[in-house]
T-cell receptor
Framework: GAVVSQHPSRVICKSGTSVKIECRSLDFQATTMFWYRQFPKQSLMLMATSNEGSKATYEQGVEKDKFLINHASLTLSTLTVTSAHPEDSSFYIC???????????FGPGTRLLVL | QQQVKQSPQSLIVQKGGISIINCAYENTAFDYFPWYQQFPGKGPALLIAIRPDVSEKKEGRFTISFNKSAKQFSLHIMDSQPGDSATYFCAAINTGNQFYFGTGTSLTVIP
């Protein structure tokens, strides 16, 4: 149980375009989903926390107008990287938390490469 | 400020040996401590977790030892196998459900 999927697993785009990444909890309802960014050989950096039906809470230093997060249902959250630039190239990972449990379950990640 | 300090940064162990990864925390409001295993190009996967009212938890070859007074906890991997080669992250969650990761340990198990 507690499976989280992400789509796409890998995306290459041109600078200036927007990219949408989907995060789904497949077998449970997640009132809270998280978006992380991970650089090579580094730990996960929390970007934002999203609660279903409300605005996401962004961590300090993360541009909310650049990284648009929508959590429209209890099983789906999306991250849109707007006007992507090469410095946005990274590994983006989402996670979901069961309502009554502290543990987060992570998706497989999305590798974004901006040319 | 790093809320959870993890060591070592990298670890090389012979097949069949014991891998030990240590974490320490400062905030006494933490009340849940999971460990995650991450393979290259994949998301972290929950391995094992412990609460501070327990000093040890064992699941198969994986054991968490918890020292509440020292504010330290460690992961022991018994009979380490090449398939265990991955990056391991400890984490701590506080009573407000805020999640803090350690910096990660890259484990290599040599055949």
């Amino acid at each position: 149980g507690a499976v989280v999927s992400q789509h796409p697993s890998r995306v290459i785009c041109k600078s200036g375009t927007s990219v949408k990444i989907e995060c789904r909890s497949l077998d449970f309802q997640a009132t809270t989903m998280f978006w992380y960014r991970q650089f090579p050989k580094q730990s996960l950096m929390l970007m934002a926390t999203s609660n279903e039906g409300s605005k996401a809470t962004y961590e300090q230093g993360v541009e909310k107008d650049k990284f648009l997060i929508n959590h429209a249902s209890l099983t789906l959250s999306t991250l849109t990287v707007t006007s992507a630039h090469p410095e946005d190239s990274s590994f983006y990972i989402c996670s979901a938390r069961l309502t009554s449990v502290e543990t987060q379950y992570f998706g497989p990640g999305t590798r974004l490469l901006v040319l | 400020q790093q809320q959870v300090k993890q060591s070592p940064q990298s670890l090389i162990v012979q097949k069949g040996g014991i891998s030990i990864i240590n974490c320490a925390y400062e905030n006494t409001a933490f009340d849940y401590f999971p460990w995650y295993q991450q393979f290259p190009g994949k998301g972290p996967a929950l391995l094992i977790a412990i609460r501070p009212d327990v000093s040890e938890k064992k699941e198969g070859r994986f054991t968490i030892s918890f020292n509440k007074s020292a504010k330290q906890f460690s992961l022991h991997i018994m009979d380490s196998q090449p398939g265990d080669s991955a990056t391991y992250f400890c984490a701590a969650i506080n009573t407000g459900n805020q999640f803090y990761f350690g910096t990660g340990t890259s484990l290599t198990v040599i055949p």
